[in-house]
Nanobody
């Protein structure tokens, strides 16, 4: 009933940029918070950035000043603009969307993940 489609990952050289997109579709009343997480090999999944329904943002210290999270509520889409990428950013990136339904507690859904590889 709810689907998340991620796109935008790929291979990029250090210093390059990528923009990730995550589009939500299906049956829901509204979307609350949205965010991006990443998981590198051998590491825990970690928060990269989150954005609330009021468009308040929060970033991991490691990406502040380089990454920008945004959302287009008309398109039910969250974006992650990644600039000045470094090899340390290499990971699988997952979007997370918190949906709300009328009369039902909110529920988090995860995208399938998209690989970001930063290498020369």
């Amino acid at each position: 009933q709810v689907q998340l489609v991620e796109s935008g990952g790929g291979l990029v050289q250090p210093g390059g940029s990528l923009r990730l997109s995550c589009a939500a579709s299906g049956s829901f009343f509204s979307i609350n918070d949205m965010g991006w997480y990443r998981q590198a090999p051998g590491k825990q999944r970690e928060l990269v950035a989150r954005i609330t329904s009021a468009h308040t943002t929060n970033y991991a210290d490691s990406v502040k000043g380089r990454f920008t999270i945004s959302r287009d509520d008309a398109k039910n889409t969250v974006y992650l603009q990644m600039n000045r990428l470094s090899p340390e950013d290499t990971a699988v990136y997952y979007c997370n969307v918190r949906f709300a339904w009328r009369g039902t507690p909110t529920s988090d859904y995860w995208g399938q993940g998209t690989q970001v590889t930063v290498s020369s």
